[in-house]
C-alpha cells in the first residue's frame, strides 16, 4: 500500500508511504485502520466498562491539581512507574489488554510490559506537550499507541525548535508506534478542542526496564 496517509502539516497536507512517516530524528510508524470498525466498537465499550479509570493529582507549584483527563495504569507486576511526579504500580493484565498487546506485539515485533490508558472525556481533556522519556523506558524508549472512540489531533514539535511541528489526527482503531531517538528530539501533546465530540481513549503500550 502506497501513499495512504494523509497528514496535516499545520496547513499543508502531505502523504507518506505506508506505515512510515518521515520526520527527521524520529522513527514513526502509523497504521490507520489497525483494528476494522467492529472490532475498535467492542473494545472501546469493553474498556469503558472494565477498567479502572480515575483522576490522578500531580504536584504543581506546591498545589496539587487533578490532571485533566482519567487515567489506568496496567502491567507487569512489581515495574512502578513514574510520571508527572505520581509512581504508580500497575494493575493486573485484563483480558481485553492482552489481546490488544499481542496483536501490536505481533505488528511492533517489541514485547511490551505496560499500558498508561488515558481517558478523554470530551473535547476539554488533554495532555501537554511533553515527552515519554522517563528513565524507566530505556534510551530510546518504544511507545504503541492505540486509539479508541473520538478523533484527536496528535501533535509533535521539536525540543530545540517548537516552529518545527508535525500532527496526524488519531481515529477510532488507529495504531502509532514511536521509537529510535523520537523522545530525544521531539514533544508530542493532544490539544483541547472547543469542537463538540464525544470520550476518547487511548492507550500507550511501554517496555519498562
Ligand atoms: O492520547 C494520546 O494520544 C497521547 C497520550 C500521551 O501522550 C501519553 O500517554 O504520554
Redesign the pocket.
Known sequence: MDNNIQADLFGQTIETPNPIIKLKDAELLYHPAFFDKAESDRIFKTLLETIEWKQDKIMMYGKELPLP?L?AWYGDNNKPYT?SGITLNPLPWTDELLQIKEKIEAEAKVKFSSV?L?R?RDGQDY?GW?T?AEKELGKNPI?G?V?FGAT?K?QLRRIDDHKEKFEVE?KHGTF?VMGGTTQHFWQ???PKTAHKIGE?L?L?FRVIY
Do not use: A, K, W
Open positions: 483527563r487515567s510520571y498508561l488515558n478523554y495532555v511533553h515519554d511507545i499507541s486509539n484527536r496528535f488519531l502509532l508530542h501533546q493532544v476518547r487511548n500507550t
